[in-house]
């Protein structure tokens, strides 16, 4: 059984949901006291319900990480409550509905990059900054930045610069004893993927996969780092 640490931190992005609130919940489960950062409060309250957190160690913060400043406003309302961070798991995700790149408007463009790129990098910097040895940053991708499909060109290429970011990451703060990796799972059954004829949602993961997957890294020996943990479905949910 791992080691339980009740005085560790962690501060989760896109936590009323999906695979956010998968994580969370594993989380506490390890004694993780918890900074949840979503855009609804109801959904970040039934998160907070299903963890079974009291508020003293479950913080919620409404935020949008595409407003200007918002990874500022998040971090500095987290450190404040808990004067601390131990991890920090980068999950929030937004894209709009498949649009060919000629089509794609301006705004999602920059809402795309500034959710799932800008935002992470934002708060990994200040997370650094702040963790001791044996901290970690997860970063939470996708198979899209590898192979995706038409109409999601931009969500591909943050989804990709974020791989990236990690690597550079891992290489910059191994010095200090602070962990970067990133999970790169296919398909996963949430609401962020709509419906679909061809799609056949018993094949694909579950949010607790993913979950599953963060606490396997955060578990890892400390004399290594999983830099990279891709996670496919064994069954082609797109086979039908």
Known sequence: MAERHPERVALVTGAGRGIGRAIAIALAKRSFSLC?????????EETRRLSGLE?????????????????????????????????????AGWAPPRTPLTRFKGADEARVLAVNLHAP????????????PGGSIINIAS????????????????KAGLIAFTRACFKEF???????????????????IPDNKRLDRDAMLQPGDIAQAVIQTIDAPSHLCPVEI??????DPMSR
């Not at 191994?174 to 962020?192: H, K, N, Q």
């Not at 891709?230 to 069954?235: A, N, S, V």
Request: no cysteine; glycine share 4%.
């Open 230 to 235: 891709m996670l496919e479905p064994l069954r």
């Open 174 to 192: 191994r010095a200090t004893g602070i962990r970067s990796s990133v999970i790169i799972p296919g398909l996963v059954d949430t609401a962020f």
């Open 36 to 44: 949840l950062a979503a855009r609804t409060r109801a959904e970040l």
């Open 143 to 158: 198979t899209a930045a590898q192979a995706a499909p038409t109409g999601e060109a931009i969500y591909a290429a943050a």
């Open 121 to 132: 990098i934002a708060l990994s910097r200040m997370a650094a900054a702040r963790m001791a």
């Open 55 to 91: 508020p003293s160690r479950s913080l919620i913060v409404l935020i949008d990480l595409a407003e200007d400043g918002a990874p500022e406003v998040l971090f500095d309302a987290m450190f404040a409550h808990f004067a601390r961070i131990d991890l920090l798991v980068n999950n």
